[in-house]
C-alpha cells in the first residue's frame, strides 16, 4: 500500500507501509479505527511496531512529518515552511496566514482599518512575537520584558456552582477576580499593565553516574507592581512558555482512539505509567471531546487554541471569542471603557472571518523539519538508549493519521511525534499545583519532540518545558519524576558516553 499526494499536489514524495513478516496481529487490531478498513488496519499496526534492530534506520524514519515533511535547508527558518504536499492554491492560503500571524494589532482607534483592538491589556501584539520564527518561547533574560513567557492565572472554586461547572467542564477554571485568566504585563497608552514580574532561581544538584554533576534551576516567580489592586489570597500561577508551532495539524488528524487506546489511568498493567485522557468542551459543538493542544490538553483544536491566544495574549476579538476587551475583567473599569476594534461593515469581533480561517490554516499545515543523521551510529545508539530506558511510554514515536482527516494533506500519513497526547503525573518538582480541567496541578500533556533538535538553530536557545526552565535537553531529562521517575533514574545512571548518545538522538529529531 502507498500513500500517494493528491492530484495537484506539489510534491512526488511517497510512504509505502512495508509489512513486517511474522508480525502477531489479527483481524481485531486496531478494531477502533473506523476510518480503515480490515486490510489497512492491519498494515498500519505492523509498521507501528517497535524496532527490534539498531543497526539502521526504520523505513520512512527520516520524513518524520509524513509526506508533508518539509526537505528545505535547514537554518532559522526551518519550522517556518508549508507542508510539502499543500497544492499550490493551499500554498498561497498559506503565505496569506503568514501574514496574518506576523501581522501587528495596533490600539484603537486607529488610521489602519482592519488592524486596530489590540488589548487594552495584551502580553504580545502579533502571534510571531510570542512564537518567534515559529518557535519556542523562552524565559526573558536579566532586564528583559516578558513576552514569549507569561503567567496562567486561577482560583480554588469559590462556590457550588463554580464547582459543578468544573466538574461538568463547562469551565475548566475560575479566573482571578480581578486579573482574569492570564497576567498581561503590557497595555494601550493611557491604561496600567497589570503587572511585572521577576524570576529568581534556586540551584539543585543532580549526581550522574559516571562523577558527572548537573545543576538544575528551579525558578521562583515573583509578581510586583500590580495595577488593579492585590490578587485573591488564593490565587494560583503557572507560568508558561510558547511551544512550538509544527505538525499542529498532524496532530489533530491522529484519530481519537490511537490517544485514548494509550490511555491507562489507573495503571493496570503496573508498569507505572497512568496517562490519562483530558476531555474538553468543543466551543463550536458543546460536545465533550478529546484535548489533545496546550500544555495541559485543554484545548480540542488547533482552532480555539488560535482564538484563546487571540484574547488572552493579544487582546483581540474573533468570532469564537466575541469579547472585545480580551482578558480584561469587570473589576478594570478602566480598560473596559475604551475604545475596542469592531467595525461593523467588517463583521461581528476585531479579527471576523476569514481571519479565523487564515490564521488557522497556517496553524495546521507548518512542516515538521526532515529528521537528521538517522543512520549515524551514535544517534542509533542514543535510539536504542531511548527505547532502553523506558521513554517511548509516554515519548510514543509514530502515529498513522486518520484518512477522515479534513485537510487531505494530513490524511493516512506516518508521523513521529515522538508524544502520546495524554496528562501525565510529572511529579512535584514540575508542579504549577494549578488544576486545569482533568489535569492536576502535577499533571502536563506529554510534549511532542520533534523537531526539538532545532531549537537553538531557530530561536538562538536550548530552554525546554513549561516554563523554560531546563537550560538544555539534558536538565529537561532530569526534571522528570513522577510516573517519569524510572525512566528519569535510567538516564542518571547511565555511563556518560551512553547519555550523551542519547542527547545525540534527541538532537536528531
Known amino acids: ?31 477502533y479505527r473506523d476510518d480503515l478498513s480490515a486490510k489497512d488496519r492491519l498494515r498500519a499496526a505492523r509498521v507501528l511496531q517497535p524496532p527490534v534492530d539498531f543497526e539502521a534506520a526504520e523505513a520512512f524514519e527520516l520524513m518524520q512529518g509524513g509526506a508533508g515533511t518539509s526537505r528545505k535547508r535547514i537554518n532559522r527558518d526551518a519550522y517556518s515552511h508549508s507542508n510539502a504536499n499543500l497544492t499550490f492554491e493551499e500554498q498561497a492560503t498559506f503565505k496569506v496566514g503568514n501574514g496574518l500571524f506576523k501581522k501587528l494589532w495596533a490600539s484603537s482607534p486607529s488610521s489602519t482599518q482592519a488592524s486596530d483592538g489590540l488589548g487594552p ?29 507569561f503567567l496562567r492565572l486561577s482560583i480554588p472554586p469559590q462556590t457550588d456552582e463554580q464547582r459543578q461547572a468544573l466538574v461538568d467542564r463547562d469551565i475548566m477554571l475560575v479566573p482571578e477576580p480581578t486579573y482574569g485568566g492570564q497576567f498581561q504585563t503590557f497595555a494601550v497608552p493611557g491604561l496600567p499593565g497589570e503587572g511585572r514580574f521577576d524570576i529568581e532561581v534556586e540551584e539543585i544538584e543532580v549526581p550522574l553516574a559516571g562523577g558527572e554533576t548537573a545543576v538544575l534551576q528551579k525558578p521562583v516567580y515573583k509578581i510586583r507592581d500590580l495595577g488593579y489592586g492585590e490578587m485573591h489570597p488564593d490565587i494560583m500561577i503557572s507560568p508558561r512558555a510558547a511551544p512550538p508551532m509544527i505538525g499542529l495539524g498532524l496532530v489533530q488528524a491522529i484519530h481519537p482512539g490511537d490517544i485514548e487506546a494509550l490511555a491507562d489511568p489507573n495503571d493496570e498493567d503496573g508498569d507505572g505509567i497512568s496517562g490519562k485522557v483530558s476531555r474538553v468542551r468543543d466551543p463550536e459543538t458543546g460536545v465533550l471531546t478529546l484535548g489533545r493542544f496546550g500544555w495541559k490538553a485543554s484545548k480540542p483544536s488547533i482552532r480555539a487554541q488560535s482564538a484563546a491566544a487571540f484574547s488572552g495574549d493579544i487582546g483581540i476579538s474573533t468570532p469564537e471569542m466575541p469579547d472585545n476587551y480580551g482578558d480584561c475583567t469587570d473589576a478594570q473599569a478602566a480598560c473596559r471603557a475604551l475604545p475596542h476594534g469592531e467595525q461593523a461593515n467588517l463583521g461581528v469581533s476585531e479579527a471576523p472571518d476569514p481571519v479565523m480561517d487564515l490564521v488557522t490554516f497556517y496553524s495546521e499545515n507548518l512542516a515538521v523539519p526532515m529528521r537528521r543523521d538517522v543512520d549515524d551510529p551514535d544517534v542509533l545508539k542514543g535510539k536504542k538508549v531511548f527505547y532502553e530506558t523506558g521513554c517511548p511510554a509516554c515519548h510514543r514515536p509514530k502515529f498513522v493519521t486518520s484518512r477522515k482527516a479534513e485537510n487531505p494533506a494530513h490524511r493516512f500519513q506516518l508521523i513521529w511525534p515522538y508524544s502520546d497526547f495524554l496528562l501525565h503525573d510529572m511529579g512535584e518538582g514540575l508542579a504549577d499545583n494549578r488544576p486545569v480541567g482533568d489535569a492536576g496541578g502535577q499533571e502536563w500533556r506529554t510534549p511532542p519532540l520533534w523537531g526539538i533538535g532545532l531549537t537553538e538553530t531557530v530561536n538562538s536557545h536550548t530552554r525546554f518545558l513549561h516554563d523554560g526552565r531546563a537550560r538544555n535537553l539534558l536538565e529537561a531529562v532530569l526534571w522528570h519524576d513522577g510516573e517519569a521517575r524510572q525512566a528519569r533514574d535510567a538516564v542518571v545512571a547511565l555511563s556518560p558516553s551512553d547519555r550523551q548518545s542519547l542527547i545525540r538522538f534527541l538532537e536528531s529529531l
Open 1 to 31: 500500500m502507498r500513500l500517494v499526494p493528491r492530484p495537484g499536489a506539489t510534491t512526488g514524495v511517497f510512504l509505502c507501509f512495508c509489512l513486517a513478516a511474522g508480525a502477531a496481529l489479527s483481524d481485531d487490531t486496531l478494531s
Open 121 to 149: 491589556l495584551y502580553n504580545a501584539r502579533s502571534c510571531q512575537g510570542c512564537h518567534l520564527k515559529d518557535g519556542r518561547g523562552r524565559p526573558p533574560l536579566p532586564g528583559e520584558d516578558a513576552v514569549s513567557l
